[in-house]
């Protein structure tokens, strides 16, 4: 099929598929209560959930960039890696994608529960992980890391090492290369990785409710403070989504042109 054709049954379906993407969207935005949204977005909970997940979405991000990309540099560049073991690796890293997040959440409660494998000893010593905004943090990092691993990743497989390779024979340490060869030649991808972590992070719902629970100003954050909302105020709810919405259109015109060149009209 040439391009510019396209068949009137294919262009059918296409525009059915649009319209299930589009009309959920259109039907948040009909449905707003756009006269009252900017008293509900001054109320106390709102700005109190809001400043919680912007909060704890930097903190998650910053803990996956701290741990992601080392991880993303040993799954593309260590030599010890063979091809077998390279895929388990990155088939570990893809867990948290495909995992329902709740699952997610009852794990990181097993691990790091009061009765949990290490929460049990933490506990003893007098730390307790669930339940606090910490266990906010570790939720949406544990969800989000691996969008920061596979960006890191793809921009480490396409980087140029010669420059790295230079830098090495002029006498700098590993360390010194890392850092101001390695890092500035992949930061387009960290960047970009560091976007989707923060917006993941910020809309992560079932993992955190699970861990985390919902107490109000610790571990509400905007996710669960809309679906409570929805039982008691769906006008609340409506607002509260439309401001994650908001930052997620946010986020997509942001990527569109620097970092995701495919979406390019």
């Known amino acids: 099929m040439s391009r510019g054709r396209l068949?009137?049954?294919?262009?059918?379906?296409?525009?059915?598929?649009?319209?299930?993407?589009?009309?959920?969207?259109?039907?948040?935005?009909?449905?707003?209560?756009w006269s009252e949204l900017p008293g509900m977005l001054a109320g106390g909970p709102v700005l109190e959930a809001l400043g919680l997940s912007l909060t704890t979405a930097l903190c998650a991000t910053g803990v996956?960039?701290?741990l992601g990309v080392p991880l993303a540099m040993l799954l593309v560049r260590s030599a010890a890696w063979a091809a077998v073991p390279r895929r388990l690796l990155r088939a570990v890293i893809t867990v948290p994608l495909v995992?329902?997040?709740?699952?997610?959440?009852?794990?990181?409660?097993?691990?790091?529960?009061?009765?949990?494998?290490?929460?049990?000893?933490?506990?003893?010593?007098?730390?307790?992980?669930?339940?606090t905004s910490g266990a906010v943090v570790i939720a949406q990092a544990f969800v989000a890391?691996?969008?920061?691993?596979?960006?890191?990743?793809?921009?480490l497989g396409s980087s140029d090492r010669r420059s790295e390779a230079a830098a090495a024979t002029l006498g700098a340490s590993r360390w010194q290369v890392f850092r101001f060869v390695t890092v500035p030649l992949v930061g387009?991808?960290?960047?970009?990785?560091?976007v989707l972590c923060f917006t993941r992070a910020l809309g992560e719902f079932g993992a955190t409710i699970t861990f985390a629970?919902?107490?109000?100003?610790?571990?509400?954050?905007?996710?669960?403070?809309?679906?409570?909302?929805?039982?008691?105020?769906?006008?609340?709810?409506?607002?509260?989504?439309?401001?994650?919405?908001?930052?997620?259109?946010?986020?997509?015109?942001l990527m569109?042109?620097?970092?995701?060149?495919g979406v390019r009209s």
């Open 64 to 66: 996956c960039l701290v």
């Open 188 to 194: 387009p991808g960290i960047a970009a990785g560091a």
């Open 145 to 155: 890391m691996p969008f920061l691993v596979f960006a890191v990743e793809g921009a």
């Open 256 to 261: 569109r042109d620097r970092w995701m060149p």
């Open 213 to 253: 629970g919902s107490l109000p100003g610790v571990t509400r954050t905007l996710p669960i403070a809309s679906y409570l909302a929805m039982q008691t105020d769906p006008g609340e709810a409506i607002a509260i989504a439309l401001v994650l919405l908001v930052v997620s259109v946010a986020v997509l015109l």
């Open 99 to 131: 995992l329902p997040p709740v699952i997610g959440g009852i794990a990181l409660l097993l691990l790091l529960g009061r009765r949990g494998i290490l929460g049990q000893f933490l506990a003893q010593a007098g730390f307790g992980i669930p339940y």
């Open 7 to 33: 068949s009137p049954v294919v262009a059918v379906v296409a525009a059915i598929g649009l319209a299930f993407l589009l009309l959920p969207l259109a039907g948040l935005l009909v449905r707003a209560p």
